[in-house]
């Protein structure tokens, strides 16, 4: 029992949150999914022929296993199966199933993730225990408008931290001084004597806007 509780009180390994699994380039309107595998598992992600509406499913059919990945196809705004040409909507529901007249049951579902494109990017919601999105992604004024320079490129490397981690050391103040006090030598990794970096963190409250996404 103490071991189930100490379990239960451990973060889940990625923490609940919108990712963004590709960019809107990528997604070319009734073009093929594309696999992407993130976050511990494997995706499919998609751009419907009819509507040009995205969507994301994991990348294995509920009926036997087959990648839709892998040899799949977009049929009107769904995702077709390699195998058996099963075509899942983006909600998980099964569409069609070409062989049959008879009515498709609802266990032959296929495992959808909500989708929002956002300046360029495709983001999808993930939730260790499969909840409902419980933010939305910001309206940026300043990306909408064309003020600001927009990227979106990529960039990927190891890191041997928790990613949770990234976000809480931003808002932890009192440890920038104890560990990122010291000016390093690149690549020597010794401190250079009496030069000390003083960090002055802050924020202020912001304004909320009524501008749409980008």
């Keep these: 029992e103490s071991e189930a509780l100490r379990l239960a009180s451990y973060p889940p390994p990625y923490p609940n949150g919108w990712y963004a ?11 093929p999914p594309i696999a992407v595998e993130a976050l511990g598992r494997e995706f499919v992600l998609w751009r419907g022929a009819d509507t040009g509406v995205a969507g994301c499913l994991d990348a294995y059919c509920p009926h036997m296993g087959a990648h839709l990945g892998v040899g ?5 705004d ?25 009515s498709i049951p609802e266990q032959a579902k296929a495992k959808a993730h909500k989708v929002h494109e956002w300046y360029g990017r495709v983001f ?61 030598l690149p690549w020597f990794g010794g401190k250079i004597p009496l030069v000390d970096v003083h960090h002055v963190p802050g924020w202020k409250p912001g304004v909320g806007s009524n501008d749409a996404d980008g």
Excluded at 72 to 76: H, R, S
Aim: proline letters at 7%.
């Design 21 to 31: 699994l590709a960019t809107s380039a990528e997604l070319v309107r009734g073009a």
């Design 72 to 76: 799949g196809k977009v049929v009107g």
């Design 78 to 102: 769904c995702a077709q199966c390699p195998m058996h040409l099963w075509a899942f909507k983006n909600d998980g529901t099964c569409a069609d199933v070409p062989y049959t007249t008879k």
């Design 124 to 184: 999808v919601w993930f939730h260790a225990d499969d909840a409902e999105p419980t933010y939305n992604l910001p309206a940026l004024p300043e990306l909408s408008t064309g003020r600001a320079p927009r990227y979106c490129g990529g960039f990927a490397t190891e890191v041997n931290m928790h990613v949770m981690e990234f976000a809480e050391n931003s808002a932890d103040f009192a440890h920038f001084g104890p560990l990122h006090g010291g000016m390093v």
